[in-house]
């Protein structure tokens, strides 16, 4: 774990957790303090059941993105300052040292998820339901394993494909994720061969959306899948046999 | 100590290293010398274990232990220098027991004080330092400096040179990779030059030679050129 840590701490004193400091402030802003509203066709959102969901919703994404943006270089960054020379001297095989990079960058996504949900506490008080509060450490297990998945995902490619496929491959399955359920419904409305090309990118895709709506339901006391989690947390054992498997040479 | 049989490297069939044989003996410093792209840091990666050879002999005594101190020495900057050595003493698996009192002998080796500094704070000579403190840890049979005077102000490489010469005389074998000419004809006992992954000569310090070591060097190189 020394080096996860290590690193862990490294990216807490970089600039990643500042710009997720200030999308948490701007989601408060939006939601907490009242001092945004939101609508849909001209009426006003009101119902803190609907407003929790969309919370959360757009939580999810914004946490999921920031998770690709913060796995992106940490395994490359090493090979390229060649940290990993050291590491390798050590007789540290590779699979435990990409395993842990990783690990940093779930550390990094969870510690964002930690900032943002700081909106959620503020919207459960100012709705009157401290009484809530309780529900929130499910609910961010629950986004945790979306975080989880994204940072495996970014950072087992990370250790075979140059940053910007990385960058371009990680943003496409985060979104087709995080809007599996619209894209779901799309690939009918589009049909021909749009549908089937979403339908295999949903077939690739975990369902985040679905993963995240099962904290929405926990936060507004409805029934949770267990099912849906168990697809997530599959995606994440998926992604760490990635990451012991795909091998980096050095340059 | 560490022999090399023909070794061979190639990068997309360009030859980096091309049959480089030579061997290291217990206790001394050996240089190994060349311009830039010359194929030195293909033959420390090789022997390090780093990239794969092509092909060829690297015998070393039966679990060596190897420190290595990089050219570009990277840690990270939020670190005391205390706290590094430490990251990389736990990642060698160092015993707990004897890991502080065996930092703070490197830092005292090295000329470091056990400070507060962070090591975003540290001057070069002092980052040299460090990576040198790094690849003490464990007490290595052989110890290989990557361009350690390299970047340094000539106080810094006065610094280091004395520093690996303390090194040598606790009986350290140490192979230093180099182009910095003076420096390798204060503190190595013997060298080879290379150029395009092909061995030109050696270079003994005890054959008492008439010409300089940057002359013998020029000669050779500049031999090949023409």
């Known amino acids: 774990m020394t080096i996860a840590v290590t690193t862990f701490k490294e990216k807490l004193r970089r600039k990643e957790i500042y710009i997720v400091s200030a999308v948490g402030i701007l989601i408060l802003l939006i939601f907490g303090t009242g001092s945004g509203t939101l609508s849909v066709d001209g009426v006003a959102v009101t119902d803190y059941k609907v407003l929790a969901l969309i919370l959360l919703t757009v939580m999810n994404a914004v946490v999921c993105l920031l998770s690709v943006i913060m796995s992106l270089s940490t395994i490359p960054n ?3 300052r060649k940290t990993s020379h050291l590491i390798w001297i050590r007789k540290v095989p590779q699979s435990r040292y990409h395993g842990e990079l990783a690990l940093a960058n779930i550390f990094s996504g969870l510690a964002s998820e930690a900032i943002l949900f700081a909106a959620v506490i503020i919207f459960i008080i100012k709705n009157g339901r401290a009484e ?8 961010y297990l629950i986004i945790g394993v979306n975080v989880s998945a994204v940072c495996l995902l970014t950072s087992a490619l990370s250790i075979i494909l140059p940053k910007i496929a990385v960058g371009a491959i990680s943003t496409v399955a985060a979104l087709a ?16 061969i749009g549908g089937q090309l979403i339908k295999y990118v949903l077939k690739l895709v975990p369902d985040l959306h679905g993963i995240q709506s099962q904290a929405g339901n926990l936060l507004s006391g409805k029934d949770v899948d267990i099912h849906v989690i168990l697809t997530g947390l599959l995606a994440v054992y998926i992604f760490s046999v990635m990451i012991i498997l795909f091998k980096r040479k050095e340059a | 100590m560490l022999e090399c049989i023909g070794l061979k490297k190639s990068y997309n069939e360009k030859i980096v290293v091309n049959d480089l044989s030579f061997s290291v003996n217990k206790g001394e410093v050996f240089a190994f010398l060349g311009s830039n792209g010359a194929g030195k840091t293909t033959t420390i990666k090789m022997i390090l274990g780093l990239i794969k050879k092509d092909g060829g002999k690297i015998i070393t005594d039966e679990n060596i232990h190897i420190g290595y101190s990089p050219e570009t020495p990277y840690f990270p900057p939020f670190l005391t220098g205390y706290e590094v ?6 990642i060698q698996k160092i015993p707990k027991s004897n890991r502080s009192s065996e930092i703070l002998r ?4 090295v000329g470091l004080e056990n400070n507060k500094t962070r090591v975003r704070n540290y ?8 990576a040198l403190a790094q690849s003490l840890l464990g007490d290595p049979e052989l110890l290989i400096l990557d361009e350690p005077t390299a970047g340094l102000d000539a106080l810094g490489r006065l610094e280091i040179i004395q520093l690996i010469g ?3 005389s606790t009986g350290k074998t140490i192979i230093i990779n180099s182009h910095i000419l003076n420096d390798i004809e204060r503190i190595c006992d013997r060298g080879i030059i290379i150029k395009n992954g092909v061995q030109l000569g050696e270079w003994h310090k005890s054959d008492n030679n008439e010409k300089s070591l940057e002359e013998i060097f020029i000669e050779l190189v500049r031999g090949i050129k023409e």
Do not use: C, N, V
């Open chain 2, 123 to 130: 001057s070069k000579g002092m980052l040299q330092r460090l």
């Open chain 1, 78 to 80: 090493e090979y390229k």
């Open chain 1, 132 to 139: 809530e509060l309780w529900r929130l450490i499910p609910a």
């Open chain 2, 85 to 90: 050595l430490d990251y990389y003493a736990q």
């Open chain 1, 177 to 192: 994720g995080i809007f599996h359920g619209l894209l779901y419904s799309l690939k009918d409305i589009i049909g021909g």
């Open chain 2, 166 to 168: 303390k090194l040598k």
């Open chain 2, 106 to 109: 490197l830092l005292d080796t």
